[in-house]
């Protein structure tokens, strides 16, 4: 048999993966916060960046549709006398818990969406991490984010 094209083929992945693994270990340290923060900011592209735009700064591509414009999610600190008030964004990420009674309210409710995840992954991987305690690493996850974004 004649394997030289399969084991150049080989040798070119093996060089293409080193250089892509000395690219990735050298733009990241690679500890778990960084990895939490990253999984975080996916978590906001995907789901938030739509109203509140790539970096939470308002203009996301949704925004013009809405009867209310989204906020500037990175001046939430600012708004609130300089402290970023940690345990109200996560109520209002989760939504849960908001009054509905204002008839205004545009934010989805992620709490329901990340249950909807969290029971899926569980079932579909078997991982056995309650998924109570995932919705809220994901939550919690979002508010780190929003925090490191705060001018
Ligand atoms: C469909 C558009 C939309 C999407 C998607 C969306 N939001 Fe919102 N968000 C809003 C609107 C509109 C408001 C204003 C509050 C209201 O609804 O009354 C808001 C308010 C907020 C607030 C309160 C800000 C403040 O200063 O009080 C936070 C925090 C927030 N959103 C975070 C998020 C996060 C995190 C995500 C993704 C998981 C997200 N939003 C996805 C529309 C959206």
């Known amino acids: 048999m004649n ?3 399969n084991s150049r083929t080989g040798t070119s992945i093996a060089a293409a993966l080193a250089v892509f693994l000395a690219g990735v270990t050298m733009s990241s340290p690679s500890s778990a916060q960084d990895e939490a ?6 978590d906001f592209q995907s789901f938030c960046a739509s109203c509140h735009g790539w970096g939470g700064a ?11 414009e989204p906020p500037n999610l990175t ?12 345990k109200k964004v996560y109520k209002t990420i ?16 992620w709490g329901v969406w990340f ?24 939550i919690r ?9 705060q001018e």
Do not use: C
């Open 37 to 42: 923060h990253k999984s975080a900011e996916r």
């Open 94 to 109: 989760d939504g849960l818990e908001m009054p509905r009674a204002h008839g205004n309210k545009q934010m989805p409710v």
């Open 141 to 149: 996850g979002l508010v780190a984010f929003l925090k490191s974004v």
């Open 75 to 86: 001046l939430i600190a600012h708004r609130n006398g300089g402290t970023f008030p940690a």
């Open 3 to 5: 394997r030289p094209t």
């Open 58 to 68: 308002g203009g996301g591509p949704v925004a013009d549709v809405l009867s209310v």
């Open 115 to 138: 249950a909807y995840e969290a029971i899926a992954d569980s079932l579909h991987t078997g991982d056995k991490t309650p998924p109570p305690e995932k919705i809220d690493k994901r």
